[in-house]
């Protein structure tokens, strides 16, 4: 079983940054794909981005790439995601996730653990 536990998250102003942090309880950290994702009311839960166990090859959707970096610390067991030039539509709970493959896939449907999720909230 793997506990994940996100934090960072807050209250920001539009172009403005946050770093995202997610612990997890796992011995095996080193060997877990980690994700991040969103959702925001009345939405589905989004990818944001992916990092692999094997290569640490990251992955982000197109409405993130060039602001968001996903990076791990195998170390600490946790995974970050720095946030910059947020925008409103950024606005969502964060959710970090974890699965024992390989692949970084960005469906929701393929990740085995997740955490409780922390706000980001952007003004504008």
């Known amino acids: 079983q793997v506990q994940l536990v996100e934090s960072g998250g807050g209250l920001v102003q539009a172009g403005g940054s946050l770093r995202l942090s997610c612990a997890a309880s796992?011995?095996?950290?080193?060997?877990?794909?980690m994700a991040w994702f969103r959702q925001a009311p009345g939405k589905e839960r989004e990818f944001v981005a992916a990092?692999?166990?094997?290569?640490?090859?990251?992955y982000y959707p197109d409405s993130v790439k060039g602001r968001f970096t996903i990076a791990r610390d195998n170390g600490k067991n946790t995974v970050y995601l720095q946030m910059n030039s947020l925008k409103p539509e950024d606005t969502a709970a964060y959710y970090c996730?974890?699965?024992?493959?390989?692949?970084?896939?960005?469906?929701?449907?393929?990740?085995?653990?997740w955490g409780q999720g922390t706000q980001v909230t952007v003004s504008s």
């Open positions: 996730a974890a699965r024992g493959g390989t692949i970084a896939a960005s469906q929701t449907s393929l990740y085995d653990y």
């Open positions: 990092i692999s166990w094997t290569s640490g090859s990251t």
């Open positions: 796992a011995s095996t950290f080193g060997r877990l794909t």
